[in-house]
């Protein structure tokens, strides 16, 4: 009697399994042409050539894919998807000439936002992000990190991370909490009251809502110094670490959080010399967010190609936002990744997968399709990993599954 699995998905074109640990090179997606997968209680339990899978195990669901390419699930690891109003508004105005920094600083920008966020209920927010969440799923992607920070206020805030925590229950997706209190100082109150708020005993009520705490260290945000006090009483409080930094000017904020131990530092488009070896020695991955410059008109992208060099780990996300990149879509970051970063196919691939799962410090679990590892997967409309950056702006996704269950 053979043993049986759950389900399994064979006749690919090619099977990516993303080994773990794997140096980046030619075969550093782990490609099994023609391969098959078998899963077992929502994880992967052995992967190989369709003939040896199908001839090892029996299956209460076979799938055909039918030529298609095989994945893990993208793992977006870093946005903002809770939250009320839109502003193509602003994007008109940027078209005319307006800058991003301009629009912030005149009140509009995230403000606008966290206007529309702190009048909205809680039901309605939770409604429309698990809109956005269903978008997300139809373009491959299974795991979602999900910042606070259009509340700027206690209750707000509260609402933001609690919205988070009944989509992780309603949607199919896996959901990563990431409180952002420090994402903009609120219009209505003074400096040193918001950061005397941020550092305090509030942070560990927050803990119990949220993995990890964020900072946006930029000019018109949180300086290097108050950046580095918000992150320091949030390591004290249990938080992972995480930053948004070098979006637009370069203030060290990334090889601070490093020091600081940081799980990641995100955008660095601008970074300080030196930045990029305190990151690989302490392990900080960069997340790279090349939708951001795409959709603001910005000359510069984040040199991949660098981080990767110095020995950094690299992950793609789409930074999902009203404001700097209303995008969905993962494949498109893969796109971008290639030709804005400086990234091969097969690394922009592993970014977005692996590397994402690194970002959220959850590589031993998913962003891969080894044995033992989550089966997400995606049986995409494609037949060779080069052709998801090749047919950019197009959704490749034909099936998804979630810990072994179809959700598309
Ligand atoms: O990651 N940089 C700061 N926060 C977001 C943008 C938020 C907004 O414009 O609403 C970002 O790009
Ligand atoms: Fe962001």
């Known amino acids: 009697m053979k043993p049986e699995a759950d389900l399994i998905i064979?006749?690919?074109?090619?099977?990516?399994?993303?080994?773990?640990?794997?140096?980046?090179?030619?075969?550093?997606?782990?490609?099994?042409?023609?391969?098959?997968?078998?899963?077992?209680?929502?994880?992967?339990?052995?992967?190989?050539?369709?003939?040896?899978?199908?001839?090892?195990?029996?299956?209460?669901?076979?799938?055909?894919?039918?030529?298609?390419?095989?994945?893990?699930?993208?793992?977006?690891?870093?946005?903002?998807?809770?939250?009320?109003?839109?502003?193509t508004g602003e994007m008109v105005m940027r078209l005319k000439g307006a800058t991003y920094l301009e629009i912030l600083k005149t009140g509009g920008g995230i403000h606008s936002t966290v206007k529309a966020t702190r009048q909205a209920s809680q039901e309605d927010l939770t409604a429309r992000a698990l809109e956005r969440l269903n978008h997300m799923a139809d373009h491959g992607t299974t795991t979602v990190e999900i910042k606070s920070g259009y509340g700027l206020d206690t209750a707000a805030e509260r609402k933001i991370l609690k919205c988070a925590a009944s989509l992780n229950r309603s949607s199919a997706l896996e959901i990563v909490s990431t409180y952002l209190g420090a994402h903009s100082l609120p219009k209505d109150r003074h400096r040193e009251k918001v950061m005397k708020d941020l550092t305090g005993p509030s942070l560990r009520d927050f803990r119990l809502l949220s993995e990890y705490c964020d900072v946006f260290c930029e000019e018109g945000a949180f300086t290097l110094e108050e950046s580095r006090t918000i992150l320091t009483a949030a390591k004290a409080a249990g938080f992972g670490l995480k930053i948004h930094a070098g979006q637009f000017n370069a203030l060290g904020g990334a090889g601070m959080a490093a020091s600081l131990g940081a799980v990641s530092a995100d955008h660095l488009e601008e970074l300080v010399p030196g930045e990029a070896k305190l990151m690989a020695k302490h392990g900080t991955v960069a997340v790279l967010l090349p939708g951001v410059p795409f959709f603001l008109q910005g000359k510069k992208y984040a040199d991949g190609r660098r981080l990767i060099d110095a020995g950094v780990t690299v992950a793609l996300a789409t930074d999902y936002n009203p404001g700097s990149c209303p995008s969905y879509s993962m494949p498109f970051m893969i796109a971008l990744g290639v030709f804005q970063c400086g990234l091969t196919v097969s690394e922009a691939i592993r970014a977005a997968t692996l590397g994402g799962a690194s970002a959220i410090n959850r590589e031993d679990r998913i962003g891969s399709l080894m044995p033992g590892m989550q089966a997400d997967i995606l049986i995409l409309n494609l037949e060779k990993p080069a052709e998801i950056p090749y047919y950019f702006g197009t959704n490749p996704v034909h099936r998804v599954f979630k810990r072994g269950l179809k959700i598309l």
Do not use: W
């Not at 064979?10 to 899963?39: K, Y």
């Not at 209680?41 to 003939?51: D, F, I, K, Q, Y």
């Open 10 to 87: 064979h006749n690919s074109s090619q099977l990516l399994t993303i080994p773990p640990n794997s140096a980046f090179g030619i075969d550093s997606l782990g490609a099994i042409p023609g391969g098959a997968v078998a899963v077992k209680n929502g994880l992967v339990l052995e992967t190989g050539s369709s003939a040896g899978i199908l001839s090892r195990y029996c299956a209460r669901e076979t799938i055909d894919a039918g030529g298609r390419l095989l994945m893990p699930g993208f793992v977006d690891s870093h946005t903002h998807l809770i939250h009320g109003g839109d502003r």
